[in-house]
């Protein structure tokens, strides 16, 4: 059973566009973190979220967790080639011992 | 620092053979994790240990064991490696349950 819907799987937009990548689950999270991943290398961490309805800035990127701590998104302001990657949401549900779990990825390509 | 590092990049079996994944640690983290990671379905726990000598199933343990003999030393075994085990894996490791974890930069497998 896939706790963790992650959506769009794949994005490819052009240089300074915005973009949006959403992260659902039916289950209440008591944390979710947001990663990226380059080719060849692990996940690094970029955000964790914990409260409902925050919302944190990285430069470009917002990360926002909905107030029922359901869902999480990640936008993306004026993209840039160097975004390019794969971004994970992964959340831990307190009906899973705590464990990480993982959503399925979005790839996004950005062009020049 | 926190450094995860994987023995190898790329490695390259061949059907029956018994394959070592080796993950060292040196942040002297309690809990060591180790993940697959497959196009579109995000990366799966395959098994965790939360102290020496100590292991629990994750997700997907079947085809798996592991070894933890040292804090620092978490491996992961395919005891007779098969064409479905061809992945990428990721060792991760954290300080303690309900912290995040760091990775190591991942080892791709190729099963032929």
């Known amino acids: 059973t896939q706790l963790l819907e992650q959506s769009p799987q794949f994005l490819s937009i052009q240089e300074g566009e915005n973009l949006t990548v959403y992260c659902n689950s039916s289950s209440v999270f008591s944390s979710l973190q947001w990663y990226r991943q380059e080719p060849g290398e692990g996940p690094v961490l970029l955000v964790t979220?914990?409260?409902?309805?925050e919302v944190k800035k990285l430069k470009r990127l917002t990360f926002q967790f909905g107030d029922a701590r359901k869902d999480s998104s990640l936008h993306i302001t004026a993209a840039q080639p160097g975004d390019t990657g794969l971004y994970l949401c992964?959340?831990?549900?307190?009906?899973?011992?705590?464990?990480?779990?993982f959503g399925q990825g979005t790839e996004l390509s950005v062009k020049p | 620092d926190v450094k995860v590092t994987q023995s190898s990049r790329y490695l390259v079996k061949r059907t029956g053979e018994k394959v070592f994944l080796e993950c060292v640690q040196d942040?002297?983290?309690?809990?060591m994790f180790w993940y697959r990671q497959d196009p579109g379905l995000g990366l799966r726990l395959i098994y965790f240990s939360y102290d020496v000598k100590m292991k629990e199933k994750g997700d997907i343990p079947e085809g798996y064991s592991v070894s933890r003999e040292k804090k620092e030393r978490f491996s992961l075994i395919l005891e007779s490696a098969s064409t479905n085990q061809t992945s990428m894996y990721l060792c991760?490791?954290?300080?303690?349950?309900?912290?995040?974890?760091?990775f190591g930069a991942g080892t791709r497998l190729s099963v032929l």
């Open positions: 991760a490791s954290s300080l303690i349950s309900g912290t995040l974890p760091y």
């Open positions: 992964a959340g831990v549900f307190n009906n899973q011992g705590g464990k990480l779990i």
């Open positions: 979220v914990v409260t409902g309805g």
């Open positions: 942040m002297d983290h309690e809990n």
